[in-house]
């Protein structure tokens, strides 16, 4: 508990001094209380104005068909800047899930246009000898999924596993599509 020190007429009458002149300033002329309107609030994302009406099929790894030639060499040779990255390491399934959806759906909000998910490649030793690495990447093998839901899809054009020095096989780099 803070004890504050005995009063001190020395600094009272310093005080007083100091505060002689000071006056109140006068109130504020408030005006009569009107009806406030807030701005009404947006969906988070509207799905349909997303993808204009285009044929949703699912997404492949590397698939390029529905975008036109360009944007596919851009995408293809990684030249998209990367905007933001999602790394799921550590994460749960349950919590990786809800961090994909949140993530991808921000950075569309965000006008972002792509984005990388590193998964992990889910690797591990075996004792097989035939088989020196068997994949266990659980979320290697979900986030596509994911990323094919009627949530999801409409916002991403494609996505594909960038070079090594991003990822490799361990990560995901997504184009998603202009917001309009």
């Not at 990367?82 to 349950?94: C, M, N, P």
């Not at 993530?103 to 035939?130: A, H, M, N, P």
């Amino acid at each position: 508990m803070l004890k504050l020190p005995p009063n001190n007429s020395e600094d009272e009458e310093a005080w007083a001094e100091a505060t002689k002149d000071v006056q109140k300033l006068p109130p504020k002329e408030v005006p009569p209380t009107a009806e406030v309107t807030l701005p009404p609030i947006k969906p988070t994302i509207n799905l349909a104005q997303a993808y204009r009406g285009e044929d949703l099929s699912s997404l492949i790894i590397g698939n390029t068909d529905n975008i036109d030639a360009g944007t596919a060499k851009r995408f293809k040779r990684c030249e998209f800047p990367i905007e933001g990255s999602l790394d799921l390491h550590g994460y749960h399934e349950d919590e990786a899930r809800e961090a994909v959806f949140e993530f991808v759906q921000k950075s569309y909000l965000s006008s972002k246009r792509c984005i990388i998910i590193i998964t992990g490649k889910g690797l591990s030793r075996s004792e097989d000898k035939d088989n020196f690495l068997i994949s266990k990447g659980k979320l290697k093998e979900s986030v596509p999924l994911w990323l094919n839901s009627k949530d999801l899809r409409p916002l991403i054009l494609a996505y594909n596993h960038p070079p090594a020095k991003l990822g490799g096989s361990g990560a995901l780099y997504i184009l998603l599509r202009r917001q309009r």
